[in-house]
């Protein structure tokens, strides 16, 4: 069972930091998703929504605004005040923190929109660390780009909901994941198992709700994506 921290361990720190991504590894994530956007100059960052409002004191979206505006705001503080000056990390900052960790895979979530040549620039930063990452979007252009660009780069799909395509999508991308919601795997173990049967792994978000992480594993996923690290390396332990 895979365990994967939802935007770090963004339980016990605000999502998509480096306090947070830190804070996984301890807390015994196989894998660390996150998300992958860039600043108007070009930078690759790490950061969820298209806006910096909810997650920082700054507002605009990211892709209008430059690295040293991002880099300007406060991205702890809405958490806690504990985390009053946390950054919206670099992802070259990302790449150095887990670089130390070799027994930990990146989930990695390009953000559309998505230029094949900012794509291009996120895979050439991941240099060693290329072989234990899984580059995944929603847009399935995205993963096509990441196809393109870095066919020996593993890829993953995500759904928002699983549909009528889903599975000859996900193979014609050749994916090695597809990564629906809770309720679409608790909702639709046909098209779980037809997933599985094409060698495809399931891995559903966000599992934060501990009453359904059996029935999940009974569905056949093969990791689970939580905001709660360390609760679910306790479970699996168990």
Request: hydrophobic fraction near 45%.
């Amino acid at each position: 069972m895979h365990r994967v921290a939802h935007r770090g361990y963004s339980a016990v720190a605000p999502e998509n930091t480096l306090p947070a991504l830190a804070a996984a590894v301890h807390g015994g994530a196989t894998h660390i998703e996150f998300d992958v956007r860039t600043t108007a100059d070009g930078v690759p960052v790490v950061i969820h929504d298209r806006t910096v409002d909810r997650t920082t004191d700054g507002s605009g979206y990211v892709w209008d605004l430059t690295l040293a505006e991002i880099r300007a705001l406060d991205a702890g503080s809405w958490f806690s005040p504990a985390f009053r000056g946390a950054r919206v990390p670099l992802l070259a900052e990302v790449i150095d923190l887990l670089a130390t960790s070799p027994g930990v895979e990146l989930l990695l979530e390009i953000k559309p929109p998505a230029s094949a040549e900012e794509v291009e620039r996120i895979v050439e930063m991941l240099g060693d660390l290329a072989g234990r990452t899984i580059l995944q979007s929603f847009d399935p252009e995205v993963v096509r780009l990441a196809r393109d660009v870095a066919p020996r780069v593993r890829r993953g799909l995500l759904r928002l909901r699983f549909e009528a395509d889903t599975v000859p999508l996900a193979a014609s991308l050749g994916v090695v994941c597809c990564n629906p919601s809770v309720k679409d795997v608790l909702g639709d173990p046909a098209t779980v198992a037809s997933l599985v049967a094409q060698g495809i792994d399931v891995m559903p978000w966000t599992a934060n709700d501990i009453t359904e992480w059996t029935a999940l594993a009974e569905a056949g996923v093969a990791g689970l994506i939580t905001d709660h690290t360390g609760e679910l390396t306790g479970w699996a332990a168990r």
